[in-house]
Every structure is written in C-alpha cells, then in structure tokens.
C-alpha cells in the first residue's frame, strides 16, 4: 500500500484576521528578515494577491517578485502590504 502525501501550506489554515496577525507577529518577533517576507507572501496567498494588490496599490506583478524568495521588497511596499492585511508594524 502506498502512502499518498501532500505538501503542507499553510495559507490554506489562515482563516481570520487574527491568525493572520499573529502569524505575522510571530515571524516578525522570531524570525529574519528573510522569514518575515516569506510570511508576508504565505499572507498574501491566503487573503489572494489580487486583492491584496488592489488594497496596497502595487501591481500584482510588483507584489508577486516583492515577495518571493529572494525578493527584496522596499520597506514601503512592506507597508503597503501590511496596512491592506488590516496590520500595522509598530515598536514597543
């Protein structure tokens, strides 16, 4: 018998705002710069690129190699992405 498996995602758990929020403040508070981009990617998969495009005022191409891998997003459209998730980044 063989076990068929399938890759985990999890944009596809990401159902409310406040997992979204504290996804996002985790990776920010414990993870790299590199994690936290990812996350913002995971994120925006999970609400959809294209509205989160419109929301932000980036093109959804701009969005898409933003926040790939590798991706080196200005830190306005980090803020752009994270006011149209309904977030705000904030130091305390």
Known sequence: MVLKTTPFDVAEHLNTDEDIRLFLQAALEEGTEEEFIHALNTVARAKGMTEIAKKSG?????????????????????????RALGCKLALV
């Open 58 to 82: 980036v093109t959804r191409a701009s969005l898409y190699k933003s926040l790939a891998d590798g991706g080196k997003p200005r830190f306005d459209t980090i803020v752009k992405v994270t």
